[in-house]
């Protein structure tokens, strides 16, 4: 056993662990965190975009330090269809401030920075190290862990769960379920390698400029799914994800799915040419409000994607994670301060922070969305798109029919696809979820 | 439209770093004759196809090639079908980018 004893030990080295032991040791307590990754980020997976709000609040500096890809001025939301995309893309030049306010990040690569301003801050950072176990003492209170190390027992008087959205310890020990199939996504994703030249071309871009593009539509055949597309300097991240529980009902394989999405006429020129250098698959939260468990308990909080804290409607997680992690941490930071103990009832404090933040606020706006999105997938990921590119294709083909006559087409289909009470149900469950 | 036939997961993986525990799988599948809907369910939805049919009918995993996302997990730890732990530190999967 290491007989040294901590103030709180962190599980875990990404966005929502590396915010929560940099804050604590900031703030002068003694913090561990276990790693079991070769070194931090090397098992860390995100598509992925940095918000450099939640970024600041943790390291005022970070842009002259970390390793950024391309702040973004341009993003792009397309419905597909098999042949087609119908877009919407906002790109404004004020984007190209001073302190940009979105990044595309490598994952791997900035995770290893993040991780050394944690070490710099005074934490003591162990990789290699799988958490096997939470330690209890005879009151069922969380007072350690225990890991794959020989005689791996280390004590701590609070533990930070940021194990990931695949987090296997708060479920071996009962403090939550482990994620179910239609609350949690796959998503595989490559990384495409061009030269920095020809991605600012295919892309009209200039500099570190940087663009991306959330897709939905046909891509996932019914499924309820996304696709997405986030230049980097160098390399271009492709991927696609869906619900676990309709890869499970439709047979319908992941690496089927993103390589169909890499062939469509709207994506393939982007990355002709490329060389793939990794391919990656990771679970992401969707449940939303209604799928976040108990957040803290008799020596415990638990944070980030583990949390199961993601907004599936902005494809927000890391910020989320980040800010989860940082809350709890000045909660916990709260508790020793008064020189109390790691309670339920005093940790339930970082809960009550997180509600009066946006994380908790944000999540609660679209508390219905998962819901409507999973029931009614068919209609939202496959009919709908379709139909919308009917229309425009309608609308800007010219070939001698009358408007009128158009217009009553472009109706009908809808009518039909859709029936009248079909349209407006849609339209009203749409917007009820939304607001 | 069905492409998957085209689609070479065993080449995706080669551009993959790994560092295997040999002879420790961190997945392993219960004994059994015929498999569960659950079971069976993974041949398609692991996106590294660690799962897959031997000549009996059986379901059976490498976990060489596994990228750690959990998916089967989610499937078929509930049924008791698999077990599943992460592999030992510093092994399995080094993503370079992530």
Known sequence: ?????????????????????????????????????????????????????????????????????????????????????????????????????????????????????????GAT?????????????????????????????????????????????????GLRSRPKPDNVALAVKEMHFLPRETIEARFNLKGDEGVV???????????????FIYANKECISLGIGCLVADFQRTAQTPYGMLDH?????????????????EYAAHLIPE????????LYGEGWVVVGDAAQLNNAIH???????????????????????????????????????????????DLKKYKDMPMLMHTH??????????????ALQNFVRVDGTPKVEKEKATLKSFVKARSWTGLFGDACRFTRAWR | MNVEPTVRVEDKLYYNRYLVDVGRPHVTVRAHTTPSPQLLALLSACPARCYELNDNGQVEITVDGCIECGTC??????????????????????????
């Open chain 1, 125 to 173: 950072v162990l990789c290699e190290t799988t958490v096997t176990e939470l330690v209890r003492d005879d009151r069922e209170r969380i007072v350690g862990v225990r890991t794959d190390r020989r005689d791996g027992e280390i004590h701590a008087d609070v533990v930070v769960l940021a194990e990931g959205v695949n987090g296997l310890l708060g479920t071996r020990a």
């Open chain 1, 315 to 361: 494809r927000e997680g890391s910020n989320l994670a980040m800010t989860s992690g940082r809350i709890a941490a000045e909660a916990i930071a709260q508790v020793k301060s008064r020189r109390e103990p790691m309670t339920a009832t005093n940790l339930s404090l970082y809960k009550k922070m997180l509600d009066e933040s946006f994380v908790i606020k």
């Open chain 1, 261 to 277: 999405f890499k062939q469509h006429p709207s994506v393939a020129p982007l990355i002709a040419g490329s060389e793939v250098k």
């Open chain 1, 377 to 390: 997938s068919q209609n939202f990921f496959l009919t709908y798109p379709q139909l919308i590119s009917k």
């Open chain 2, 73 to 98: 997990r989610v499937i078929a730890e509930p049924t008791g079908d698999i077990k599943w732990s992460y592999p030992r530190g510093g092994y399995g999967v080094l993503f370079k980018f992530g």
């Open chain 1, 1 to 121: 056993m290491i007989e040294e004893r901590f103030d709180a030990i962190v599980v875990g080295a990404g966005m929502a662990g590396n915010a929560a032991a940099l804050t604590m040791a900031k703030r002068g307590m003694k913090v561990l965190q276990l790693e079991r990754g070769e070194y931090p980020g090397s098992k860390n997976v995100q598509g992925a975009i940095l918000y450099a709000d939640m970024m600041e609040k943790l390291i005022p500096e970070f842009r002259g330090e970390a390793p950024l890809e391309r702040h973004l001025v341009e993003q792009r939301f397309w419905m597909m269809d098999d042949r087609s995309h119908v877009g919407m893309h906002y790109r404004s030049d004020d984007f190209n401030e001073e302190r940009p306010n979105r990044y595309t990040i490598i994952r791997a690569q900035f995770d290893k920075w993040f991780s050394s301003k944690v070490r710099e801050a």
């Open chain 1, 213 to 227: 593009i959330e897709a939905a539509g046909t891509i996932s055949r019914g499924m309820t799914g996304m696709g």
């Open chain 1, 287 to 294: 449940g939303g409000y209604k799928a976040i468990p108990q």
